[in-house]
């Protein structure tokens, strides 16, 4: 049996209602990186849940791409950047079964990423 990210996320994301699961401030890593962006630099966020990285990195005024499993949090990214006025290309995606860009932004943000299932998680057995 596997596991359903999907709907993992989807449920998670819906639970929190209105509000955010993980808050609408940027990771305070990525944050902690602004004087390395440049306005018009091209972002790839992958797994970007409700969006809080890629609006934020769209508001220092790059151009961003974001990916995320869950259309749930896709809604509440779209309307998150909505509300700060800023435009993000939002992608539904695996990443463990996406066809990656080649050559297409100058970075890629990866943070927080939870892939791993209950049962392949370190320390646990897979039977």
Known sequence: ??????????????????????????????????????????????????????????????????TEISPVALEKAARLARGRHVSVDWKAADILNWTWPQDTYDAVVGIFIQFATPRSAPGRSAA
């Not at 940027?26 to 849940?49: H, K, Y």
């Open 1 to 66: 049996m596997s596991f359903d990210h999907e709907a993992f996320w989807s449920a998670r994301y819906r639970d929190a209602g209105d509000d955010f699961l993980f808050g609408t401030a940027p990771n305070s890593f990525l944050a902690s990186q602004a004087e390395r962006f440049g306005a018009g630099m091209s972002f790839l966020t992958v797994a970007d849940g409700e969006g809080r990285n890629a609006v934020w990195l769209a508001e220092q005024g790059c151009r961003v791409t974001a």
